[in-house]
């Protein structure tokens, strides 16, 4: 079966449209042109490829295309190493994106190599790359070169010998790499001296500890999570993206913890701006408009039954309220110091 496509003349008809904001009248020639869904869908994602005359793959970037180029630049270098090679050659054909483009970087395309940091599972340096890493250029519509680059070499121990754990940790950096929340892994470079493969990526001034001290109150508990997926810390970026997914589903807005705090917030907030003083009786207390002096209760209904329930417990048959309620301005709270 043939891969459907646009044609030519669909492609000139709709090449200057900006297929972020279509008019009515542009997205219905696009409903009557493009009848594949899939493709329309592509398109009014991410756009057209100028090569190809395809939609792109994604924003902005055309696999077919990219995969062609590198393909053909294969027989261009080699690591010295078969499995080295295979393993960024098929990086580099299923990319999907420009921050999953993986190379082989000469050793000598770095300069000034200087020792940044030793860890327990490697040791870290810092370099300016020549050439620096492939990017978009969105003026030029084509993958260009960055130019002088500082990036960040991190050497595994005992490397000599690639090995499947090495080469795990850049695939797992490629699986969750994007735009922000991942350092990014450029490729993959060789020590002559030492003979230590090595993991090029994007430099980053101070370590994880110094980060997060400095920022720890004003970074959310999702950007605290996402500074931890680097490559070179256990466990890997997969098993932690995995471990703490639960986490950040539950910091969304449709969560009900998050409604439930939301609520309590707007609570406060009235209390805090219509009330001012309250009064028990003789005294007046004033409250602070940063402090939180009211709460509601929460929902307990549909919790798991406990690990340790007794289901023969007589008290299961009692009907209890849904909650305690207690007016706590009715109570002479200043009688005893009255007293005294």
């Not at 300069?111 to 050439?131: C, H």
């Not at 959310?220 to 680097?230: C, H, I, R, V």
């Not at 008290?315 to 207690?326: N, V």
């Amino acid at each position: 079966m043939d891969e459907i496509k646009l044609s030519d003349d669909v492609f000139e008809q709709i090449k200057d449209f900006r297929y972020w904001y279509l008019t009515k009248e542009q997205e219905s020639l696009i409903d009557k042109l493009i009848t594949d869904e899939e493709l329309k869908e592509r398109y009014k994602k991410n756009g057209l490829c100028n090569k190809c005359k395809q939609p792109n793959t994604n924003y902005p970037y055309c696999q077919p295309c990219n995969s062609k180029s590198f393909q053909q630049n294969f027989k261009n270098w080699t690591s010295g190493n078969h499995s080295v090679d295979e393993f960024i050659q098929k990086a580099q054909l299923e990319a999907n994106d420009v921050h999953q483009i993986l190379e082989w970087i000469e050793y000598d395309e770095f300069e000034g190599v200087e020792y940044l940091a030793k860890g327990g599972f490697g040791t870290t340096f810092k370099a300016v790359w020549e050439y620096g890493p492939i990017n978009w250029d969105f003026e030029k519509n084509q993958l260009v070169r960055s130019g002088e680059t500082e990036v960040a070499l991190k050497c595994l121990y005992n490397s000599q010998d690639i090995t499947k754990d090495f080469l795990n940790e850049v695939e797992s950096n490629i699986l969750v790499c994007d735009s922000d929340s991942v350092v990014r892994c450029f490729g993959i470079t060789k020590d002559p001296k030492t003979n230590n493969f090595m993991m090029v990526m994007d430099l980053k001034v101070g370590s994880l500890r110094q980060h997060l001290n400095k920022n720890f109150i004003s970074l959310s508990w999702s950007q605290k999570m996402t500074s931890l997926l680097d490559p070179l810390k256990r466990p890997s970026a997969i098993e932690l993206r995995e471990l703490t997914r639960e986490f950040f589903y539950d910091t969304i807005e449709t969560s009900e913890i998050f409604k439930q705090i939301r609520e309590a917030d707007i609570i406060n907030e009235k209390l805090s701006f219509s009330s001012p003083l309250i009064s028990t009786g003789t005294t007046l207390y004033m409250t602070h408009p940063q402090a939180v002096y009211t709460s509601r209760l929460l929902d307990f209904k549909n919790l798991p039954v406990p690990k340790n329930a007794n289901y023969n417990d007589d008290l299961l048959g009692i009907e209890y309220s849904d909650s305690l309620r207690m007016d706590f301005t009715e109570l002479d709270i200043n009688s005893k110091h009255e007293r005294n």
